[in-house]
């Protein structure tokens, strides 16, 4: 299994902008497609996006679309999340997650992962 160490997280103001990295061993990271999910303080860990094996498909939950992109480079065996325009609802542990290739980037379900990094705290104040 693929083992994955998120960094990156912060406090920073609304309107900042800040980069997750989701750094990957022990297995061959071009054959994970690799999401990130969030849990604010008393909800629930929710989809934020997903990147393909091949990383020609992504996809982000709507609350993110237009301020958030999510990235790969193979060389560092590294998944980036930019987080841009960020507001106070942005304000969360955000884990990265891995799986085998071979389904889509549409299907977001936290029990199609079976690889979970720690988490890294982001925190955005008003």
């Known amino acids: 299994q693929v083992q994955l160490v998120e960094s990156g997280g912060a406090l920073v103001q609304t309107g900042d902008s800040l980069r997750l990295s989701c750094a990957a061993s022990g297995r061959t990271f071009s054959d994970y497609t690799v999401a990130w999910f969030r849990q604010a303080p008393g909800k629930e860990r929710v989809f934020v996006a997903t990147i393909s094996w091949n990383g020609i498909s992504t996809n982000y939950a709507d609350s993110v679309k237009g301020r958030f992109t999510i990235s790969r480079d193979y060389a560092k065996n590294t998944v980036f999340l930019q987080m841009n325009s960020l507001k106070p609802d942005d304000t969360a542990v955000y884990y990265c997650?891995?799986?085998?290739?071979?389904?889509?980037?549409?299907?977001?379900?936290?029990?199609?992962?079976?690889?979970w990094g720690q988490g890294t705290q982001v925190t955005v104040s008003s």
């Open positions: 997650a891995a799986r085998r290739a071979g389904i889509s980037v549409l299907i977001t379900s936290q029990a199609s992962f079976n690889g």
